[in-house]
């Protein structure tokens, strides 16, 4: 069979072709990158935050004072005083006043400690006060508004009636207290309560309580009772604590 010259012509223009796209299809393939949509990365993972340190325990503990820091004639504790339960379980119809006596009566001026916490509780047997120190971790934050409220309270609290199940009507009164210059941050209250014991007589409850933050942990102090309230003996045990507090968070905390 004998091929004309355009048939020859035609043959070899369609090898072209398709050698042609061949080549664009390899061409193609070895230098077209993949589009950005079709990339897939692997997004860069964010440790959480930790949560802030805290004392152990143990070191808790070691931050206490005791008796003997005190020294004579202050001594482990025999048990709760019965003041307590007699005068400062008591309503008022003042909000910042009841607060304020369910705080004392709980023994959580700063509210309930979130993590660690450490309690101590001192008499002294010769004017019948009771001290109790405590060692605790708070946020900062929410130290922070309640040292803010406390200091309201000379004023929003001053003065006002307390009504209690065992010793009748009490007359409240509420000073600021003097504190050493420690910690980060400090407010301390200064209460009587006078009124009638349940025998008739006369009686005046003293009650000196503050709360003092150093960095992420807090003192909290209360003495009182119904004899004479030595004033230095929260504030000594202040001084000594808050340095004592100091030595302990220098060890190192640990993470929870």
Sequence with gaps: ????????????????????????????????APSPSAVRTTPATHASPAAAPV???????AALITDADLGAPWTPTQG?????????????????????????????LLGTPATTQAVTTLDDTDDEAQLRYQVAAFPQADVNRTLDWLRTLPQKCANFTATTTRSGTQTVTVTEATLPTVGDAREG???TLTG?????DRS?????????RIGD????????????????????????????????????????
């Design 80 to 108: 709760t005083a019965t003041w307590r339960d007699t005068l400062l379980k008591a309503k008022t119809n003042v909000p910042d006043c009841q607060r304020l006596l369910d705080a004392l009566y709980a023994d959580e």
């Design 55 to 61: 004392l152990t325990p143990a070191q808790a503990q």
């Design 204 to 212: 005046t409850l003293t009650l000196d309580t503050a709360a003092v």
């Design 189 to 191: 209250l200064h209460l």
């Design 1 to 32: 069979m004998t091929r004309t010259p355009a048939l020859i012509l035609l043959a070899a223009g369609t090898l072209l072709t398709v050698a042609g796209c061949a080549n664009e299809a390899i061409l193609h393939t070895v230098t077209t």
């Design 217 to 256: 942990d807090t003192i909290t102090v209360t003495n009182g009772g119904l004899g004479n309230v030595p004033v230095d003996a929260m504030q000594q045990g202040l001084q000594i604590g808050a340095q004592r507090l100091t030595d302990v968070q220098k060890q190192g905390r640990v993470q929870i």
């Design 196 to 200: 009638t014991t349940p025998e008739g």
